[in-house]
């Protein structure tokens, strides 16, 4: 439900304020919010931030960029523990942590050049292959230049001319050895006397010829020695980044836990200065702002008077009208019920003195989940695999409840599975063990779209019912009685249908026109036009409801199709694994889809009956 | 005969309005997946709307099982 907020006020000499901002941030209830100042309120201005204020945060923001930037480097250990660091260690610690940076640092440059020196001798191992075998014959070669070339392989006729260029410039003392390196290029190795080095580079300058260039720290060498250390290198780079590896994980084992603890505590620090741009001041006094959860309203007072004493007062401030809608809401359900807030999650918080649907959701999502499902093994299969996922997902708040809310709503399968005698589809009845209690949903389809519609009936009208009293406690009598009138409007022309279906009494005709007439007027008043639109909308809502029958459907006669398909086979283990296989698709499916389904449910024909979004989410001042 | 036009009739009863959803699907599940990638905070958002287009094939569904059904 949605907690009723009180707005405090605190109030005491400036001396207090930075002990009173760490208080208030132990205390992590009270969402700040910024005082008003200037001309509506001539006793306050805004608090001036201090100059040393000032360079204290410019100092943390550098702290906490530098620290990201060094948990960036470093890959988190299996496990570590976040160190606690007090608001007055940071600087020391931040200076012990100086030389590690600097060595992580370090590592990592190294790290980077050997990553890049292995990719280049990757690149270079094409031609090594190639031309290994070629230069090595030609090592002996003194006053000799060997050069390497690339040559696409569609222009193979540049091969002949430059051959017969070379022959021309030498006077016939070269020799040149082509190899085809790949499907698109060819290798050349061209040995000739260095006295003819500048004529054969202008001629080898042309646009198809690709010269291998060596990088920088093989530029020195000639082409044979290049490709020796590179073959050398491609041995040794591995291991080498393999140690400087094992090294920085040793010190991210050592140090990750302490660096992340320093960022913690430097970001709180960070945000308790930030709260003085919230503050405003008067000549000798502080005043912060801001709004407190009921329930914990009395123990924060007490905990300031108990460290405080009468310096520093905090007080209730009452509530304007204009403030209302900028209350903001703190959801808090019991224990059993949490898990299904996630669903909320996906949309913009309720505003504040709204429905908190969380308890409506906890009560219809397993139902419809289950409803879809209504198989005993897909329930069991489904619950125990929720379980197991939930406790490996329970450092995650979002996946635990997922899990859990995963694992009430198998719950709800396997009991519809005993109503609908289903066991991975027909197995339990073909093996004898089961028979449907209530229908067979293959045979009952007409049942199931009917039982389906009254769902849809209930649920609607509930929606629409929680809107009208939420408007009725809330003293919004226009919206209250609009709300009635369209709930009138669609029971009679509920009634009306059951007439004509022969479902009710004919009796019923007479009154039940008139409501219709009513409460179709009535709505038209209060709501303009879109009023009858709006009940078009809800006919269409129930109607939506018969997805519960038809999703469900599709996923028992798959579960029949799989085990049709296993009875094929003359094998039993052949058997077993196609309907195993095809039922764990289902199983997925079934997953899937009645969680798209039942969500759908609610968010589109249930909360549009009585959500009202638009809130500001809680977000206490607190420590990370 | 009428059996064959029966079918028939469900048979477009349910098809069209399937065609019709999966068109729409397809362009809000498009214009979704972009919307995603910018802000994940919308995925529920983005639920509802790929989920809503449904609703005609389930009607299409009631009408071809009341064809079939008469």
Same mark, same amino acid.
């Given at each position: ?494 009634? #009306? @249908?059951?007439?004509? *279906? +022969?479902?009710?009494?004919?009796? %019923?005709?007479?009154?039940? /026109? &008139?409501?219709? $007439?009513? =409460?179709? #007027? @009535?709505?038209?008043? *209060? +709501?303009?036009?879109?009023?009858? %639109?709006?009940?078009?909308? /809800? &006919?269409?809502? $129930?109607? =939506? ?23 094929? =086979? ?55 | ?70």
């Amino acid at each position: 439900m949605i907690q009723k907020m009180r707005k405090v006020q605190i109030i005491g000499p400036r001396g207090c304020l930075d002990d009173c901002i760490k208080a208030l941030h132990d205390a992590a209830v009270v969402h700040i919010e910024s005082v008003e100042a200037g001309p509506q309120e001539p006793f306050f201005s805004r608090l001036p931030m201090e100059r040393e204020k000032l360079s204290e945060k410019s100092y943390l923001d550098k702290a906490a960029e530098r620290l990201r930037n060094l948990l960036a480097l470093l890959e988190p250990p299996p496990s570590y523990r976040t160190l606690r660091v007090g608001g007055g260690e940071i600087r020391k610690i931040l200076d012990d942590i100086t030389p590690v940076e600097e060595r992580i640092k370090l590592l990592h440059a190294r790290k980077d050049e050997l990553t890049e020196e292995l990719n280049t001798v990757n690149r270079y191992e094409r031609l090594l292959a190639g031309f290994a075998p070629i230069v090595s014959r030609l090592g002996g070669l003194k006053n000799f230049d060997i050069i390497g070339l690339t040559i696409e392989k569609t222009r193979e006729d540049i091969a002949k001319i430059i051959e017969a260029e070379i022959n021309r410039i030498t006077g016939g003392s070269y020799q040149l050895y082509a190899k085809d390196l790949d499907e698109s290029s060819i290798g050349i190795v061209l040995t000739y006397p260095r006295q003819h080095e500048p004529e054969v580079r202008y001629l080898l300058s042309g646009k198809a010829i690709n010269e291998v260039r060596l990088p920088d720290e093989y530029a020195d060498m000639t082409l044979i020695n290049a490709l020796k250390q590179m073959g050398r290198r491609r041995g040794e780079l591995p291991r080498l980044m393999e140690g400087v590896e094992g090294e920085l994980n040793r010190i991210a084992n050592d140090w990750y836990g302490v660096m992340a603890g320093l960022l913690r505590a430097v970001e709180d620090s960070i945000d308790e200065i930030g709260v003085l741009t919230y503050a405003a001041q008067t000549r000798f006094a502080f005043v912060i702002e801001g709004w407190v959860p009921v329930d914990v309203f009395e123990p924060f007072k007490e905990r300031f008077l108990t460290l405080f004493g009468d310096r520093v007062l905090v007080r209730e401030l009452e509530v304007e009208e204009r403030e209302v809608q900028n209350i903001p809401v703190s959801i808090k359900n019991p224990w059993f019920l949490r898990p299904f807030e996630v669903f909320l999650g996906a949309l913009p918080p309720p505003k504040y003195g709204s429905v908190d649907p969380t308890l409506y959701v906890a009560l219809f999502f397993p139902a419809f989940w289950g409803l879809i499902v209504g198989d005993i093994g897909y329930g069991a299969v489904i619950f125990g695999l929720s379980l197991y996922l939930r406790k490996r997902f329970r450092a995650n708040n979002t996946f635990r409840d997922i899990f859990t809310v995963l694992a009430v709503s198998s719950v709800a399968a396997v009991f519809f599975g005993f109503l609908f005698g289903e066991f991975f589809g027909d197995l339990g009845e073909k093996l004898g063990i089961l028979h449907p209690l209530l229908i067979n949903r293959v045979e009952a389809l007409q049942t199931l779209i009917v039982l389906t519609m009254g769902i849809g009936i209930g649920h609607v009208l509930l929606g629409i019912i929680i809107g009208a009293v939420n408007h009725l406690l809330k003293g919004r009598a226009k919206e209250a009685v609009a709300k009635i009138a369209y709930l009138a409007l669609v029971v009679s022309f509920l009634v #009306i @249908l059951g007439i004509m *279906f +022969e479902y009710l009494p004919k009796g %019923l005709l007479t009154p039940g /026109a &008139i409501v219709l $007439i009513i =409460s179709f #007027i @009535l709505l038209t008043v *209060f +709501e303009g036009v879109l009023g009858p %639109l709006e009940f078009v909308k /809800a &006919i269409g809502n $129930i109607v =939506s409801y018969v997805r519960l029958m038809a999703v469900g459907t599709a996923s028992v006669v798959m579960a029949l199709v799989a085990n049709q398909i296993g009875g094929l =086979s003359e094998n039993l283990v052949v058997g077993i694994i196609v309907a195993g296989l095809i039922h764990t698709l289902n199983l997925m499916l079934s997953v899937l889809s009645p969680s798209i389904q039942s969500m759908r449910l609610h968010y589109v024909e249930f909360f549009s009956k009585f959500y009202e979004a638009g809130g500001r989410r809680y977000t206490p001042f607190k420590k990370r | 005969m009428e059996k064959a036009l029966v079918a028939l009739a469900a048979a477009i009863a349910i098809g069209l309005p399937a065609l019709a959803t999966a068109w729409a699907q397809s362009k809000i599940g498009a214009a979704g997946g972009g919307t995603l990638a910018e802000k994940p905070e919308l995925s529920g958002t983005i639920i509802i709307l790929v989920a809503i287009p449904e609703t005609m094939v389930l009607l299409g569904f009631v009408v071809a099982y009341l064809i079939i059904s008469r």
